[in-house]
Each structure stands twice: as C-alpha cells, then as structure tokens.
C-alpha cells in the first residue's frame, strides 16, 4: 500500500468515502478492494449489510477500524449530511435498479432514482465535496438504429447504434411504457448534477454501467430474497439452472447486450476514485464491448458453463419462451442493443476491460453453484414434501 500514486505520478492520500448503496452488489465489491488494497477509510451506509458482513466482522480484520456501517434509508434520515460532510468523497449507488420494479412501482422507482438522490446532490454541492454518482446505460434507451427498417443496410454501421457519452441522444418509449420511468428518473438526476456542476462548481463524476455481472448479484429468490421477486437476468437464470429448470427467455430473448465482470468494472471505479483531475467534470461509460450477445445466446452459453461446473447434464429443452407482459407485466418495453462507446474513459483513464464473457460467467455460476445449490436443493425437496 505504501508509495501508491495516481495515474500522474502524484502520491494519492487516504481519504475517507461516503459510500451510500455500500450493502448492495457494486458497493460490496468496493468496498472489498478499497479494504484490501488502499488505506482509504469507508462510512458505508445502507438499509442493508449481508453483502458486506465478511468486511465489517470480525474485528480481527486487517482494516478494523477503516470500514464503518451506517444503518441508514437515506429517504429520511437527518444523519446523512453529517456523514457527506465529514467525507472527501462522497459515491451514491443507492437505487431501486430491477427492471421488474419500473413497470410495477414507478412511483418507488422515480423517487429512489430522482428524489431521494437530491438531498445527496445538494449536501455536496454546499459543502464543497466531490461526488461520483452511479447512472445507468439505460439513460440511452433504444438505438437509432432500432427504428430502421429490418433489412436497412445502416443497421450494420457503428454510427446508428454504438452509445456516446457525448454524442448519442436519449431514446425512451411513450409515457405508458413504465418501464421508461427508471432511465427518465436517471436521466434528470444527471442533468442536475450537470447543472450544479456548471452553476455552482460541484466536482462530480457520472458513471454509466453497462451491465456489470458477478458474485452476490441481486438474490436467487425464495433463498436470499422473495419467492415472487423478479432479479436481474443473471440471478433469473441462475435460479434456473439451479433448479434444473427451463431459462425464460422474454420475447423470444433478442434482445442484444454487452455483460463486463464486476472486477474489471470496479478498476475503472478505482481509477476514477482515485484521479479527481482527470474524472471530475465526465461521464463515463463503463462496459465490455466485445461481450456482446444476445440474451437467448447469454442463455445457452450459461447453460453451457453451468453444466461445466457442476457436473450436471443440461435439460434437453434448456429454454422456453415467454411473453414480457407475461414476465414482466403492462408497460414493459426494452432496450435492443447497448454497445459503449469507449472513446472517453480510454482517453481519461487509460482503462480497459479484460475479462471475456466465458471466463466470467465460468467463476460466476462456479461461486453461485457453491453458495446457492444445497440450499435449493432443501428447499425443493421441502415443497414437494409439503
Ligand atoms: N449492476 C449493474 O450492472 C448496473 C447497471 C446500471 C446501473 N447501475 C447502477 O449502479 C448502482 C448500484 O447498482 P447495484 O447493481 O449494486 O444494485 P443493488 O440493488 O445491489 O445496490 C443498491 C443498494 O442501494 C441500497 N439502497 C437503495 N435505496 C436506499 C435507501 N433509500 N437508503 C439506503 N440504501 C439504499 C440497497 O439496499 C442496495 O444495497 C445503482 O444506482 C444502479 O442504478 C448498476
Ligand atoms: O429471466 C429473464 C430475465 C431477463 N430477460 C431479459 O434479459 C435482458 C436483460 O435483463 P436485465 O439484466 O434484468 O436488465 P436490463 O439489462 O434490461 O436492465 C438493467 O441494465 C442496467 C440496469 O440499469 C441496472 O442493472 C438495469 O436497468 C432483458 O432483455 C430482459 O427482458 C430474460 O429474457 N429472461
């Protein structure tokens, strides 16, 4: 740890984050590697800690001391000022950020997204701290490209579908498409941190993650959360591979992605942590270009890897489809195809992602076979018990 320096050779000095949304699935891995290898100091603030428990006990740890948890809903809790204030940093990953949540509670998803990120905005600003606050790739919405004919040639060309940071425009679906209502909600937080930025000289830094999947992602239902919750794709299909089930594929599972291992996304997070000078002010996209795939290939090639690691034969009809509004319920709609443009945080950061999309979902799935598969395999055989 001793001598680190920043990408322009400068010491970096210990410093002590804010870190709100610390229990969640990106917090944990930040805060695992700001403990490991930085002496930086961490207020980590959540409704919730699991994800994190292995950081904060026992008090034998080498960074006893340097990581404290704040059992705060930033909704409502007057103790959130004085923890911004008493930071050099402040990161807000704090959010309802579940698909299955934008259609079903908008109102929950505007306020977690726009309302509740204000007071943190605003408590910055005044007090003169700096902010990196966690977007979403959703602020794009759909390509250009998404509205040319089928057979249009310019459907084959970058320029109608890679997403710029500061070239490509927002694209989202009519009002009563709710699932709409969490890009919306994102998009105007950005604009207001932009604006207090250019107003009031706030030093912030947007992040944009394109799909960031890995270990401790959101929950395999009726095991560590609801029976009836809907997670993200990784976590869905994950639970079915671990009850031997069908993966669902959603409207026939065309729709495109770029996934990027959580380790690879979390360097560039560290970069820009760590080098104020050269990502205050930016917005970055943060994603894996050449992991690109469709959800109904994502689906196969889990299989695939599944069936590597633990051993299991893989059904003989591995998915099913199923229609969104059937999957997802009224006002769903989708993004067809995120690509980042990689221009700016290259030039900025120097940064790269490394890891490919099979050796990824190899340690993934490895470490939810470990975690999750005897517990599921109780839990199915109480059913059929009952
Ligand atoms: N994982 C991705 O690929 C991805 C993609 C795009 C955007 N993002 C953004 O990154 C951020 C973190 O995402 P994640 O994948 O770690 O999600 P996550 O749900 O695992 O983490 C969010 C955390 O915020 C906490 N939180 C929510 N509301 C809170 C409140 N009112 N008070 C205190 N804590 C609260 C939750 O308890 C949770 O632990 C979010 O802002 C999300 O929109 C993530
Ligand atoms: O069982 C399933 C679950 C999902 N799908 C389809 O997979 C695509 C990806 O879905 P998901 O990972 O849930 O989320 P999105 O990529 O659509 O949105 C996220 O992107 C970033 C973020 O902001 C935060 O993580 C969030 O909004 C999608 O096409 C589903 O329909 C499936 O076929 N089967």
Redesign the pocket.
């Known amino acids: 740890m001793a001598g680190r320096v920043d990408l322009d050779g400068n010491p970096i000095n210990p410093m002590t984050i804010c870190m709100?949304?610390a229990?969640?699935?990106?917090?944990s891995h930040l805060c695992e590697k700001l403990m490991s290898e930085t002496p930086h100091t961490v207020l980590a603030?959540?409704?919730?800690s699991d994800?994190i428990k292995h950081l904060l006990e026992p008090t034998s740890l080498p960074w006893n001391g340097r990581i404290q948890f704040h059992r705060?809903?930033?909704?409502n809790d007057s103790r959130l000022e004085g923890l911004i204030k008493m930071a050099d940093l402040t990161v807000?990953?704090?959010?309802?950020?579940?698909p299955a949540d934008y259609n079903t509670r908008p109102l929950d998803t505007i306020y977690?997204?726009f309302i509740?990120a204000l007071p943190v905005v605003k408590y910055c600003s005044e007090n003169g701290k700096r902010l990196v606050h966690?977007?979403?790739?959703?602020v794009y919405g759909k390509t250009i490209g998404a509205f040319l004919p089928e057979d249009s040639p310019l459907r084959q060309d970058p320029a109608y579908f890679v997403l710029s940071e500061d070239a490509s425009p927002c694209i989202f679906g009519p009002i009563e498409k709710q699932r709409w209502s969490y890009a919306c909600a994102?998009q105007l937080i950005e604009r207001l941190i932009y604006a207090e930025g250019a107003e009031n000289g706030l030093e912030f830094t947007i992040?944009?993650?394109?799909?960031?999947?890995g270990p401790r992602?959101?929950f395999i239902p009726g095991i560590d959360g609801p029976s009836e919750g809907v997670p993200?794709v990784l976590a869905c299909f994950s639970n079915n591979l671990l009850r031997h089930e069908p993966l669902k594929l959603v409207d026939g599972g065309h729709s495109q992605r770029t996934f990027i291992y959580i380790k690879d996304a979390i360097e560039a997070v560290f970069l820009m942590i760590e080098n104020p000078a050269r990502a205050n002010g930016h917005i970055f996209n943060v994603g894996n270009p050449n992991n690109e795939v469709t959800v109904k290939q994502l689906a196969e090639m889990m299989t695939q890897v599944y069936s590597k690691v633990s051993g299991e034969t893989p059904l003989e009809t591995p998915t099913v489809d199923v229609s969104s509004k059937e999957f997802y319920g009224e006002g769903y709609d989708d993004s067809d195809k995120r690509i980042p443009d990689m221009t700016i945080i290259n030039r900025q950061l120097g940064w790269n992602p490394k890891t490919s999309l099979w050796d990824l979902l190899e340690s993934t799935l490895t470490y939810q076979h470990r975690t999750y598969a005897e517990a599921v395999k109780q839990a199915m055989s109480k059913t059929t018990a009952n």
Do not use: H
């Open positions: 709100i949304g229990g969640g699935f990106i917090g603030v959540d409704v919730y994800k705060i809903n930033i909704k807000n990953l704090a959010a309802i950020c579940t977690s997204n509740d966690f977007s979403t790739c959703e994102k992040v944009r993650p394109f799909n960031w999947i992602m959101d993200r």
